[in-house]
């Protein structure tokens, strides 16, 4: 297996741009996680959904965040307007939840610098 | 509320040494799993264990041990004789599914460097 597939890797944007975080999830899990972790608030759920429809939002720090799971192999992070402070490692996890076995695996992490 | 405490922010030893890793939880669910996760200096978290909370039987893998006591609320981790490769960000997390919620909570980390 793959693995949980986050692109980009790296993002370096100015403050005001949209920026889109994508994650693919492992195949045949059923929960998808956003997180992001930052030196000072170290790591932190944003959002949650299982069977794509998202649970859970109440990390999302505001309206400026929204994401989406459009279907169960592929979602989006956006942010618009992108603000400094909002530069962080972003990271995607699945999971099957429900099962035997129902750790989270993450991505490699999306590291965004909004300047 | 759950939470996860991880006082040891960093913690240094010499090659070959052992160290242990604490991890105190609080939830009020009886059905509850903890986890540890290792962050290397590359940056991905890398899962290591997942524990429920009705079985404190303890755990090796290999260098690897985990105890698990419940009337501590703790969930520790040792490496033993530890290699310069252990050098990482360890996380300690707790998960409550009978509060509904299906995501982790995280403890601050440890940082554990291990000098050769």
């Known amino acids: 297996d793959a693995g949980v597939i986050q692109s980009p890797r790296h993002e370096v944007t100015e403050m005001g741009q949209e920026v889109t975080l994508r994650c693919k999830p492992i195949?045949?899990?059923?929960?998808l996680f956003w997180y992001r972790q930052t030196m000072m608030r170290g790591l932190e759920l944003l959002i949650y959904f299982n069977n794509n429809v998202p649970i859970d939002d109440s990390g999302m720090p505001e309206d400026r965040f929204s994401a989406k799971m459009p279907n169960a192999s592929f979602s989006t992070l956006k942010i618009q307007p992108s603000e400094p402070r909002d530069s962080a490692v972003y990271f995607c996890a699945s999971s099957w939840f429900g099962g035997k076995y129902d750790e989270q695996f993450f991505g490699p992490g999306t590291r965004l610098t909004v300047l | 509320a759950q939470k996860v405490t991880q006082a040891q922010t960093e913690i240094s030893v010499v090659e070959k040494e052992d160290v242990t890793l604490d991890c105190v939880y609080e939830?009020?669910?009886?059905?509850?799993?903890l986890f540890w996760y290792k962050q290397p200096p590359s940056g991905e978290l890398v899962f290591l264990i997942r524990r429920n909370s009705f079985d404190e039987q303890n755990e090796i893998s290999g260098r690897y041990s985990w105890n698990f006591q419940k009337s501590t609320s703790s969930f520790n981790f040792t490496i033993t004789a530890s290699q310069v490769v252990d050098s990482a960000v360890y996380f300690c997390a707790l998960r409550s599914p009978e509060t509904g919620a299906n995501n982790l909570f995280f403890g601050t980390g440890t940082r554990l460097t291990v000098i050769p």
């Open positions: 939830t009020r669910d009886t059905t509850y799993y």
């Open positions: 195949s045949g899990h059923n929960s």
